[in-house]
T-cell receptor, first 116, second 109 residues
Framework: GAVVSQHPSWVICKSGTSVKIECRSL??????MFWYRQFPKQSLMLMAT?????????EQGVEKDKFLINHASLTLSTLTVTSAHPEDSSFYIC????????????FGNGTRLTVT | GQNIDQPTEMTATEGAIVQINCTYQ??????LFWYQQHAGEAPTFLSY??LDGLEEKGRFSSFLSRSKGYSYLLLKELQMKDSASYLC??????????WGAGTKLIIKP
């Protein structure tokens, strides 16, 4: 089955520093990956759609310069939270589809970010 | 606007059956997904419905009525490990997923 690997699982960083999160599709190629954020007891919020070889598409209200997305290959997308602040503390989850638009999203295990 | 409604929380007894409902209003429809999410973990795919009717997968079944904008997830022979949040998501006309807020299911012995 489709496997999406996300690293790190959790990270604690100081305010003002940057954190990079990696998302890999292990057994399939993903031209598109999706980055979500989830606050406690809330549903998933789509942040951006990562497109291999081109710029990411950001959802309204998500700062492009703060959440840098790079999709350098068909199996790797990265999300960098720049100049992190305590309000950026959240659960970040990447996902990808193995097939076309009718196929389900497969999620990475998520990254718990805590900014102190 | 686009909207997905599902109950916030439900409680059921181990061994019993529970039905989690989901109603939706979206611009277009390209299928409805159910995901299970345990606390602190990422969602895992449970089922997909694009045509009306019932899809059965072991202890879990999912039903869809497109004319009513309605789906339900049916869990049978409940086990303690089924305690989780269940997310309903609809794929709209642009194949964008619209997510419900999730239903937290509490299983009691």
């Amino acid at each position: 089955g489709a496997v999406v690997s996300q690293h790190p699982s959790w990270v604690i960083c100081k305010s003002g520093t940057s954190v990079k999160i990696e998302c890999r599709s292990l057994d399939f190629q993903a031209t598109t990956m999706f980055w979500y954020r989830q606050f406690p007891k809330q549903s998933l919020m789509l942040m951006a759609t990562s497109n291999e070889g081109s710029k990411a598409t950001y959802e309204q209200g998500v700062e492009k310069d703060k959440f840098l997305i790079n999709h350098a290959s068909l199996t790797l997308s990265t999300l960098t939270v720049t100049s992190a602040h305590p309000e950026d503390s959240s659960f970040y989850i990447c996902s990808a589809r193995m097939g076309g638009e009718f196929s389900p999203l497969h999620f990475g295990n998520g990254t718990r970010l805590t900014v102190t | 606007g686009q909207n997905i409604d599902q109950p916030t929380e439900m409680t059921a007894t181990e061994g019993a059956i529970v039905q989690i409902n989901c109603t939706y209003q979206t611009s277009g429809f390209n299928g409805l997904f159910w995901y299970q999410q345990h606390a602190g973990e990422a969602p895992t795919f449970l089922s997909y419905n694009v045509l009306d009717g019932l899809e059965e997968k072991g202890r879990f079944s999912s039903f869809l009525s497109r004319s009513k904008g309605y789906s339900y997830l049916l869990l049978k022979e409940l086990q303690m490990k089924d305690s989780a949040s269940y997310l309903c998501a609809v794929s709209d006309s642009n194949y964008q997923l619209i997510w419900g807020a999730g239903t937290k299911l509490i299983i009691k012995p």
